[in-house]
């Protein structure tokens, strides 16, 4: 039985230098692929234009969602003093509305995913483009955007964003 451990312990021992000396050749780089989403000129250009492009729309919303309001605080103001016909009628009323809302709102919130989803496939096309010509130049071997621990020597997040800047003016 120790003999068996004493051979499991040098094959570990010896795939743990053979991969010590490959880990030292080799040219690893992390990115932050949220703080290119967020910080960069084409994550930005791509957010103004959705707020311009869909602003009208959420007005509207935001005027029909106040005009609910109201008509429900008026409803509630003016419901004891009404029939239980004009009760009903403006209760159906208010249901009519709201529906009408409730899909204006789920559209609008489709529309927008839609659109922002393009515009950020647009982001992540420039900084793909961006990472290999710097994987490139700078001779990395990887580059990953996702790790349970970096050490922030290899983030190279700033460099990716920067030449993102750099293209988009």
Known sequence: MTKLKTIWASGLLCMALVSGAYAQESRIAFINSQRITSESAPAK???AKLETEFSKRQKELTDLQSTLKSFSEKFERDAPTMTE???AAKQKEFVEQN???QRKKREFD????GRR?????QVYE???KAIRQLAESEKYDLVVQEAVYF???IDITDKVIKILNA???
């Open 110 to 113: 489709e529309d927008l995913n």
């Open 99 to 101: 529906r009408d809302f």
């Open 167 to 169: 293209g988009a003016k």
């Open 126 to 128: 420039k900084a793909t």
């Open 85 to 87: 016909s004009q009760r």
């Open 151 to 153: 050490n922030p020597k």
């Open 45 to 47: 250009a791509a957010t």
């Open 117 to 121: 989803n393009e515009e950020l496939q």
